[in-house]
């Protein structure tokens, strides 16, 4: 594939920029149009909640796929700590619209922030990244139950510098814990300086010298991100240890070229094969909108 | 034997007790820092829930408050309240835990530190740390007044038997060497954190905590050169929350109240209670609340003594209440 400075080096791709994959680089049992429609509502959530007066809301469009592949392959019994900016972990586990709606209309948890115990999706945490030192905990906690059950933990690179970050990983691999790590790096974030998270050459070869189990993939090739998030899991799950899963994201708010858009990239691929029509994608996106519409009037209407 | 003997040796009853529980600190699986685990260490079915992780200064709480969450019972062994300072971040979000997810998840850590002078390495030590802990919201915050009730007290607290709040068990460094002559209470008798008069008397209140739970009684009993003075004296005990509906009722029982605690004066644990007391009881007080307190640090370790409130001190404050 012909690499744009808008496509990371270094980032493992199965899927190019024109959705062509190459062959038997489908990651087994992944139901593709299940995939694309939950990676919809995702960029439709985004939308949406960019017009529900989230104070300081920060767009994740075009970093669906971590979150989408996150949620896809957490099984019941295990734990996710989501970061900021990780709503759609929610949706896409199963939680109801409505609720969605309701939590972040009415801001318990924070600015734009969405938990539930039920569905094992953890509260956010005011301290930088302290959330990773709960999930860590978590995961200990898991591994001496010997329930079987794994815990993933969403960051951003701009917390890796931190001292809870350097301890997190620390302790994750002296003790062999089942956490995986999903970090997502914006390389050029919108709302900070260039410098932040920038510690060597990635985030994952930080993990790696730490001993931690690590894959780079490129956070527009919806399959490499549910690769790599797969197989992290499954290390956890065999007790095989700890791993980051560093995934580079383009925002879309920097208006890069289609093929860096996720859901386009995807979209391409189904295209190519014959599994997409825009019938498919008027009604995927309208049923979704539909119920986000719905879901947020009647949260607006209960807080009023 | 002594405190930590005797601690220890609880420690080991409740780790056989209730397998959700494990031991976290610097070196607990070689006896930890004060060899209060070194009774799990011996046996080799304990040994292996004495769980030994890296240096986690930012971190060690908020991870024993995941364990927690996880369903463990994790009881993490101080050597120092310094430690607790410097995970404070994460202390306090293991505090909010309970609250953000509307009580469907908790976290039961118990956190066994050390406090105060004693051991002569001044630092924290000359502070009063309870001050930084009680404003965590959600942490409990109870302290030791008396060497024979160590047992019973680490017991009840980690039984979580006043509520599954997590919780910080401070153990004063002079009580901790105490050689125990009476036999240790088996029971507390009371929820840990409960306040109990520890003398009775009909002339002044005074509360004390920790280290100065001894100091005043002795100092009760010294004053007026021997003869002693009619003070009824409180072993306060928990100081996160505070049991204000028995404490302003025994300050009303007398109108002449004093507080004694180690540390600072200012901006005290001892600072609350009395406006708490001058709130709901001015009406009953002959005259203003008294507060006998320790020097203000930095102290370096040959003056940490001076963190303590001095007996000639509080005799003072006493005789002056004693005045008709």
């Known amino acids: 594939m012909d690499t744009t400075p808008w496509d990371p080096e270094g980032a493992t791709t199965v899927l190019d920029a024109e959705g062509r994959v190459e062959p ?4 087994a049992g992944l139901d593709l149009r299940i995939y694309y429609k939950a990676l919809v509502a995702a960029r439709c959530l985004d939308v949406r909640l960019g017009r529900a007066g989230v104070p300081m809301y920060a767009s994740f469009a075009g970093e ?15 734990w996710i700590y989501p970061g900021l900016r990780d709503v759609a972990v929610a949706l896409v586990r199963g939680m109801s619209f409505e609720e969605l709606a309701r939590q972040v209309v009415g801001g318990e948890g924070g600015p734009g922030r969405v938990a539930s115990a039920s569905l094992r999706i ?4 005011d301290a930088i990244a302290m959330h990773l030192a709960l999930a860590a905990g978590q995961a200990h906690g898991q591994k001496l139950a010997a329930d079987g059950g794994i815990t993933f933990a969403l960051v951003g690179e701009g917390a890796t510098t931190t001292g809870v970050f350097h301890e997190t990983l620390a302790v994750a691999a002296a003790c062999d814990l089942p956490l995986v790590i999903v970090c997502r790096s914006q390389l050029w974030p919108s709302g900070a300086p260039a410098e932040a998270g920038v510690l060597g050459d990635s985030v994952a070869d930080r993990a790696r010298t730490c001993g931690v189990w690590e894959r780079r993939v490129d956070g527009a090739d919806p399959l490499a991100v549910y690769g790599a998030i797969g197989q ?9 240890g700890p791993s980051l899963v560093e995934v580079v994201v383009t925002q879309l708010l920097h208006d890069p070229p289609a093929h860096r858009d996720p859901v386009e990239r995807l979209r391409r691929h189904l295209d190519t094969t014959g599994q997409w029509t825009a019938t498919f994608q008027d009604v995927a996106e309208a049923e979704v909108r539909g119920k986000l519409e719905r879901a947020f009037a009647a949260a607006q209407a209960g807080v009023a | 034997m002594n405190v930590i003997d005797v601690m220890a040796a609880t420690l080991a009853e409740l780790l056989r007790e209730d397998a959700r529980r494990v031991l976290l600190g610097e070196d607990v699986r070689t006896g930890g820092m004060l060899g209060l685990s070194r009774r799990c260490i011996d046996d080799p079915e304990l040994a292996a829930r004495a769980l030994a992780l890296p240096l986690l200064p930012a971190t060690l709480a908020a991870h024993a408050g995941g364990l927690a969450a996880a369903g463990m019972r994790p009881i993490v062994l101080l050597p120092g309240v310094a430690p607790l300072l410097e995970g404070l971040a994460g202390l306090r979000e293991v505090g909010a835990l309970a609250a953000k997810n509307a009580g469907e998840r908790t976290a039961p850590v118990l956190f066994v530190a050390p406090c105060g002078p004693g051991f002569g390495t001044a630092g924290d030590a000359v502070d009063a740390p309870e001050t930084a802990l009680v404003h965590t919201p959600g942490l409990r915050v109870i302290v030791l007044g008396r060497a024979h009730e160590a047992a019973a007290l680490l017991t009840a607290a980690a039984n979580f038997e006043a509520g599954e709040e997590p919780t910080v068990l401070l153990v004063p460094r002079m009580l901790l060497a105490t050689a125990l002559d009476d036999e240790p209470v088996a029971e507390l008798g009371r929820l840990p954190g409960e306040p109990v008069r520890v003398r009775a008397g009909r002339a002044m209140t005074v509360f004390a905590w920790g280290e100065c ?3 005043a009684l002795a100092a009760c009993a010294a004053a007026h050169g021997g003869e002693g003075v009619d003070a009824a004296v409180w072993d306060t005990g928990g100081l996160a929350p505070l049991s204000i509906d028995t404490l302003v009722e025994a300050a009303r029982d007398t109108g002449r109240v004093v507080i ?14 009395a406006a ?9 007080l002959d005259g203003p609340i008294l507060r006998v307190c ?12 001076r963190a303590l409130p001095s007996e000639a001190d509080l005799v003072a404050a006493l005789q002056t209440l004693a005045i008709p």
């Open chain 1, 64 to 78: 669906e796929a971590p979150l989408v592949a996150t949620a896809m392959q957490a099984r019941e019994q295990d």
């Open chain 2, 294 to 305: 320790g020097e203000a640090g930095p102290l370096g370790p040959r003056q940490e003594l």
């Open chain 2, 260 to 273: 004694v605690h180690a540390g600072p004066r200012s901006f005290g644990v001892g600072a609350e209670l």
């Open chain 2, 276 to 284: 708490v007391i001058a709130d709901r009881a001015v009406l009953w």
């Open chain 2, 213 to 215: 739970v001894e100091l």
């Open chain 1, 24 to 27: 038997g680089a489908i990651p």
């Open chain 1, 232 to 240: 992290a899991a499954a290390r956890a799950r065999d007790r095989r």
């Open chain 1, 122 to 125: 953890a509260t956010g945490t």
